[in-house]
């Protein structure tokens, strides 16, 4: 096969792999440029151009010597992710240094089915040249056909184990993304360092291996194939092993980041409960204080009444029209709804006063339940966010109401929405557009806790209709869970 077209296999094989390289610092960078399809091909020929480049150099090179091409071939990859790329340096180590991992031990691990393909097309070919001599076929038509078919036979091999490792190679780097925590995710040093390690040994135990093969014969990797045929299966196993460990690292990595945030929020949900807490406390004096003020008021409205009455029986147009004042601001003191419980009546109150500032048709039907099943505070959580949700997404109306089926009781709170609803990783819960993402979108996952201490659980749907964008959260509670 000749020299032309082993290069230009090779420059393909550069050219797959700088495309599958943008794809990867995609997936970990933000973009910085304005056309992704012009931006991958420079990214592509520029990879292709100095991989291609720096590998004819060093072809003189021993064995072992080339192996510490992963230097240059990490800091073509830091490079170009920052051209690409928005800047994001710890990131960027990352991703040049686990795709420079895998793609070198990729190259091992292929390197073995290489030797047992060309041990296998030995065979079968000197058999085809046997043959063709028995069926009288001249010498010079054997030559030429010798030549052709082994050429293409060596091709094929060739061709064929850098395709299998271009798709190891994606099928690796795709478990490294679907592990990986989402890009608003900053990455600090000691994260760095906690994935970059695995990268880095399992690196080193791969150039290790490769070492202590080429110093038992300083000729060709592939007699050691030959002298030990156990490593024709332990050496391919034992470099996926190490990407393997690679990919659990980084799944490693997220379960954690996923247990911190999951302890934040615990904590924010424990602070806000408490806030509740005080709220309710504070409220219920409130009322109370409410209840008995309306009531003296009332008297005190009555007496001045009579009192104007007796001195001008006649009436007195101005002392009438003060009355009726009065009697109208007593009057607002009321709560238009009556729930069955003075925290509800305040926080449906106050939801209703607040979709009346923003001009938003407020309807309320919710009762709350008198057989004493569920905690005031746990209802005055999942109402009060519910209810809040609800007013920072709605336009035009907004609803709540409760029933109850047999020992079941339903909480449902509806609002129409404009735009379109992103949803969180976990596809659950739809995502906050607030910028402090730790501190906010965290009203349905309290809805939620609190739902799942009565046996119960949240259902999210969205419709529309004639336009109309309808948000409906159903909250279902049984009974308290004993423990």
């Known amino acids: 096969?000749?020299?032309?077209?082993?290069?230009?296999?090779?420059?393909?094989?550069?050219?797959?792999?700088?495309?599958?390289?943008?794809?990867?610092?995609?997936?970990?960078?933000?973009s910085d440029f304005e056309s992704r399809r012009w931006a991958l091909f420079r990214w592509a020929a520029l990879y292709a151009l100095v991989q291609f480049s720096f590998s004819t150099l060093t072809t003189e090179w021993k064995p072992y010597e080339r192996f510490f091409a992963i230097v240059p071939h990490f800091a073509l990859l830091f490079l170009l992710s920052g051209a690409f790329f928005a800047k994001d340096k710890f990131r960027q180590v990352f991703v040049a240094a686990s795709f420079v991992s895998g793609w070198d031990i990729l190259r091992f691990a292929v390197s073995p089915l290489a030797h047992a393909a060309f041990g296998a097309w030995g065979p079968a070919w000197a058999w085809a040249v046997n043959k063709a001599v028995e069926l009288g076929v001249s010498a010079e038509t054997v030559l030429f056909l010798m030549q052709m078919t082994n050429d293409a036979a060596v091709f094929l091999i060739i061709a064929g184990c850098r395709a299998l490792q271009i798709g190891l190679l994606a099928l690796y780097l795709r478990g490294i993304v679907r592990f990986f925590p989402p890009k608003d995710y900053a990455l600090r040093f000691h994260d760095s360092l906690f994935l970059l390690f695995p990268c880095a040994v399992a690196l080193v135990l791969d150039l290790?291996?490769?070492?202590?093969?080429?110093?038992?014969?300083?000729?060709?990797?592939m007699l050691i194939y030959d002298?030990?045929?156990?490593?024709?299966?332990?050496?391919?196993?034992?470099?996926?092993?190490?990407?393997?460990?690679?990919?659990?690292?980084?799944?490693?990595?997220?379960?954690l980041v996923q247990a911190k945030d999951e302890e934040q929020k615990r904590l924010l949900l424990e602070q806000s409960v408490a806030g509740v807490r005080r709220e309710v406390e504070e409220l219920q004096d409130v009322y109370a204080d409410l209840k008995g003020l309306r009531h003296d008021l009332r008297n005190h409205i009555?007496?001045?009444?009579?009192?104007?009455?007796?001195?001008?029986?006649?009436?007195?147009?101005?002392m009438d029209a003060y009355l009726g004042q009065m009697?109208?601001?007593?009057?607002?003191?009321?709560?238009?709804?009556?729930?069955?419980?003075?925290?509800?009546?305040?926080?449906?109150?106050?939801?209703?006063?607040?979709?009346?500032?923003?001009?938003?048709?407020?309807?309320?039907?919710?009762?709350?339940?008198?057989?004493?099943?569920?905690?005031?505070?746990?209802?005055?959580?999942?109402?009060s966010n519910a209810l809040t949700n609800?007013?920072?997404?709605?336009?035009?109306?907004?609803?709540?109401?409760?029933?109850?089926?047999?020992?079941?009781?339903?909480?449902?709170?509806?609002n129409d929405f404009t735009g379109e609803l992103l949803w969180d990783d976990s596809g659950e819960f739809p995502a906050t557009n607030k910028p402090d993402k730790a501190t906010h979108g965290m009203g349905l996952m309290n809805i939620r806790r609190c739902a799942q201490k009565y046996k119960g659980e949240i259902n999210i749907q969205t419709t529309e209709e004639n336009g109309q964008k309808r948000f409906l959260l159903t909250v279902m509670l049984y009974e308290k869970d004993s423990d």
Request: hydrophobic letters at 50%; aromatic letters at 10%.
């Open 302 to 318: 009555a007496s001045i009444a009579a009192y104007a009455k007796r001195i001008a029986p006649q009436g007195d147009a101005q």
């Open 327 to 383: 009697t109208d601001a007593v009057a607002r003191l009321d709560f238009a709804d009556d729930t069955g419980n003075p925290i509800t009546d305040v926080i449906v109150h106050q939801a209703r006063r607040e979709a009346e500032r923003k001009g938003i048709v407020f309807a309320a039907d919710f009762h709350w339940p008198q057989d004493g099943r569920f905690d005031i505070y746990d209802i005055s959580v999942i109402l």
């Open 1 to 30: 096969m000749s020299d032309m077209t082993m290069n230009a296999l090779d420059f393909l094989v550069q050219l797959l792999a700088g495309a599958l390289a943008f794809w990867y610092a995609g997936r970990f960078l933000r």
């Open 227 to 255: 002298r030990a045929p156990s490593t024709l299966l332990l050496l391919p196993l034992a470099s996926l092993l190490l990407l393997g460990m690679v990919v659990s690292s980084v799944a490693l990595f997220r379960g």
């Open 390 to 414: 609800g007013l920072e997404a709605a336009s035009e109306e907004i609803s709540v109401r409760s029933y109850e089926k047999g020992r079941l009781f339903f909480i449902e709170a509806a």
């Open 208 to 221: 290790t291996v490769r070492m202590l093969a080429l110093s038992a014969d300083n000729s060709a990797l």
